[in-house]
Nanobody
Framework: QVQLAESGGELVQPGGSLRLSCAAS???????MAWYRQAPGKERELVAS????????TYGDSVKGRFTISRDNDENTGYLQMNSLKPEDTAVYYC?????????WGPGTQVTVSS
């Protein structure tokens, strides 16, 4: 059972940047990794995903050009670099890893974009 822990969520002004981290308790090199977010009263949405090798990345339309997903399999850690943040990016951000039918979630980290 792999445990995940997100970190890096903070209060930031519009236009600012944050880097979220997702640290795993064990090896993640076989797993696809993704970041999701959920704002109050809204459904959880996929923000970005990255293949096990890191060669393939996808992004939700609302974050394309602003967010970058990456991973360091040697450190068992994934990252989400968020630039040009907007108030609508405010949400709890969750890290997810998956392989076949196995799926693991972190507890989330709060990102608040406000002036």
């Amino acid at each position: 059972q792999v445990q995940l822990a997100e970190s890096g969520g903070e209060l930031v002004q519009p236009g600012g940047s944050l880097r979220l981290s997702c640290a795993a308790s064990g090896s993640i090199f076989r797993f696809t990794m993704a970041w999701y977010r959920q704002a109050p009263g809204k459904e959880r949405e996929l923000v970005a995903s990255i293949s096990s090798s890191g060669n393939t990345k996808t992004y939700g339309d609302s974050v394309k050009g602003r967010f970058t997903i990456s991973r360091d399999n040697d450190e068992n850690t994934g990252y989400l670099q968020m630039n040009s943040l907007k108030p609508e990016d405010t949400a709890v951000y969750y890290c997810n890893i998956a392989l076949g039918r196995a799926s693991f979630w972190g507890p989330g980290t709060q990102v608040t974009v406000s002036s």
